[in-house]
């Protein structure tokens, strides 16, 4: 994802040097569609859990206002699509935490892929500059998701070895292979939001009097937690964002 996001960056830069045309008129709306791939990453800092990542989508629509030559304000209303699977796989039991005795034969095993849904607001703010054959835009800013619905898919599993656990005294557990599957909606297991900073940039081609495609990279860095349980890993979202869109300018002032 890094090294796409660092292509997408290059490509983009390279038509800021031409030249740059007339100053644009503050003052002038403009609406898009827009959507695309996104790339998600886990981050977070538990060594035990293993977490792998799957491509979802965005997909909206945008609203820019011009409020000075080269600066505008820009909100969106997007839909995102995210999973991301958790996976973790213990060897070895001890009754207590200061067990002396290890089972080693008795194991833990986790594997759940999680898929969520967001309704998406970022907002941010974009210097632009209108180049000889198409335009460049700089954004940062902020975003806010709202969590719509959120399922997962997977097992859970443990074995407690018959002469292995025969040491155990306050084992509450007959010996044996437990496993429970899971799947279908989740409640108050995802965070019920997400926010963080966004950084993009964007290019476009005017293709009509008032109507133009774009197409932007944007970096979101989350900041809230994904689990809504203080007892689950502390992990956040991360992921790059790429689109296509159209946007066609609406007023002036």
């Not at 859990?49 to 799957?54: L, R, T, W």
């Not at 070895?161 to 557990?173: A, E, R, S, Y």
């Not at 995802?190 to 476009?204: F, H, K, M, Q, R």
């Not at 133009?212 to 203080?230: Q, T």
């Amino acid at each position: 994802m890094k090294q796409l996001f660092r292509l997408l960056v290059v490509f983009l830069l390279v038509p800021g040097f031409v030249a740059a045309q007339a100053p644009k008129e503050p003052g002038r709306w403009s609406v898009g569609i827009a959507g695309g791939p996104l790339f998600n990453q886990i981050q977070g800092s538990t060594p035990l859990f293993q977490y792998s990542n799957k491509t979802g989508y965005q997909a909206g629509a945008s609203l820019t206002y011009r409020i000075g030559e080269s600066f505008s304000v820009r909100a969106e209303l997007m839909a995102d699509s995210r999973s991301f699977g958790s996976s973790l796989y213990s060897q070895g039991l001890r009754e207590t935490d200061t067990s002396r005795y290890v089972c080693w034969d008795c194991y833990y095993d986790y594997n759940i892929r999680f898929f969520t849904h967001y309704l998406t607001l970022p907002v941010v703010f974009e210097y632009s500059q209108e180049l000889k054959y198409m335009g460049i835009a700089f954004r940062a800013g902020g975003y806010y998701s709202v969590l719509i619905s959120a399922a997962h898919e997977g097992y859970e599993a443990f074995y407690l070895d018959p002469h292995g656990t025969k040491p155990f005294t306050l084992i509450d557990f007959t010996p044996g292979f437990y496993r429970s599957h899971y799947t279908g909606l989740v409640d108050d297991v995802i965070n019920t939001y997400d926010a963080g900073l966004s950084i993009g940039v964007g290019l476009w081609r005017q293709v009509g009097k008032s109507v133009k495609i774009e197409a932007d990279v944007s970096m979101r860095l989350g900041f809230a937690n994904v689990f809504e349980n203080p007892l689950m890993p502390e992990i956040m979202h991360r992921h790059a964002v790429v689109k296509l869109g159209l946007v066609r300018q609406i007023s002036t002032k």
